[in-house]
Every structure is written in C-alpha cells, then in structure tokens.
C-alpha cells in the first residue's frame, strides 16, 4: 500500500532533550516536507526536500533540522526542544516539486508535548 | 499565492450533495484551485484540483467559475464518513518549496 509513515505517533518529552521524529514514503517520491499545525494557525511548513541530499527551509525553521540520505527518509530532528514547540506534526510527499499538478500525500500526524 | 475565503462552518443532511465555496477573487492566471479535506487531527488527504475546467473524479467535482473568482466543491452524496474541515488553496505550478498554505477551511458537520 502506497503509504507516508511517521513514528511515534504520540510523544511526550522534556525540555532540552534531543528527538528525532521519522518519516517514510515507499511512492519513490522525490519531494517531502514537514508541517505543524497549531489551533487557529493552519498548516505551517517548517522544511522541506526535493530530492537526496537537498533540503531547504519552510516558514517556520527555527529550532528544527532535517536530513535526506536516502529518497525514502525525511526524518526531522529537534535538537533541544522547547514547549512552544508541542503541536501535531505532518510529514507529506509527492512525486516531484515544482510541477504543481503534483498532489501531496500526508502521513498520519505525531503529536508532540514538550513539558 | 492569493488567498481564499471560505465559510467555517456548514452542515449537510446524509445522502445529500455537499457544496463548498470558496472565494479566490485575486487568483493568478497560473494559480490552480485544490481542494484537501482533513478528518479530526488525521492528516490532510487531496480531494481534486483544476485550473480553469471543471473537473470530477471519484470523490468529488470542482466547479471554478468562468472568470475564476471562485468555485464549489460538490461531494454528490455525502456520508457521515465526509465530516471534515476542507481546505480551499490555490497555488501556481513551479510553487518554490511546493507549499501549501492551508486557510481557515470550512468545517463540514454532515448528520444522519
């Protein structure tokens, strides 16, 4: 089944302690980006890749980093996390970048707490 | 990228088509319309997308007016599984970063 994957699902953290949250596709997509979402702010994208190797940032970068070894993998790193950083957390795919005809697959979502 | 405004809010009775404005009275000769829906914190799943035509798939049509101000989303029999909030973006091709700016949305209730 052609999927986006994220793991945990559900974390609650402490100030300061490194995390790293994962992200999979198994569509072969080139592109894939992260997003928060936060009551009454909507979708934000904090990074995102077109392809191996290439990463750039999204609207709200601060405080996050991101790595793209390898086509399948997104994962998103936070390295001392803060409690303004709780919030539910998307990972999405598509195809490509740049054609916009392209439709973003999204995965199930983590939500984070950070006390 | 031009900003939409939708409803928050509307209710449809189940086995009745669902119909959803959206306002994008600035949109780009180039800016397409999609529509994502978003079922309670899960995440947001694409519906359909146009340019200028009208289009349908097996979810959904999209009808954008001929000057491209705006366009409904039609769910043409609605089931108590489409209670979501759905989102109206429009985005140009070439979109840096592919970005989608989610609005507000229209939340969607749809009752037995």
């Known amino acids: 089944e052609a999927q986006v994957t994220q793991n945990p699902r559900y974390l609650i953290t402490v100030t300061g302690k490194k995390l790293t949250v994962t992200c999979s596709q198994n569509?072969?997509?080139?592109?894939m980006s992260w997003y928060r979402q936060d009551p009454g702010l909507g979708l934000r994208q904090i990074y995102y890749s077109m392809n191996v190797e290439v990463t750039d940032k999204g609207d709200v970068p601060e405080g996050y980093k991101v790595s793209r070894k390898e086509k399948r993998n997104f994962p998103l790193i936070l390295e001392s996390p803060s409690p303004n950083q709780t919030s539910l957390y998307f990972c999405?795919?598509?195809?490509?970048?740049?054609?916009?005809?392209?439709?973003?697959?999204f995965g199930p979502g983590t939500r984070l707490t950070v006390l | 990228d031009a900003k939409t405004t939708q409803p928050p809010s509307m209710d449809c009775a189940e086995g009745r088509a669902a119909n959803l404005p959206c306002n994008h009275s600035?949109?780009?000769?180039?800016?397409?319309v999609y529509w994502y829906r978003q079922i309670h914190s899960q995440g947001p799943q694409y519906i359909i997308h146009?340019?200028?035509n009208n289009e349908t798939n097996e979810m959904a049509s999209l009808i954008i007016t001929e000057d491209r101000k705006s366009s409904t989303l039609i769910l043409p029999h609605a089931t108590l599984r489409d209670t979501a909030v759905y989102y109206c973006i429009v985005s140009p091709r070439g979109n840096a970063g592919n970005m989608l700016t989610f609005g507000g949305g229209t939340r969607l209730m749809v009752k037995p």
């Open positions: 569509m072969n997509h080139e592109y």
């Open positions: 600035t949109i780009s000769g180039n800016e397409y």
């Open positions: 146009g340019l200028k």
């Open positions: 999405a795919s598509s195809l490509s970048a740049g054609g916009w005809a392209d439709t973003q697959y």
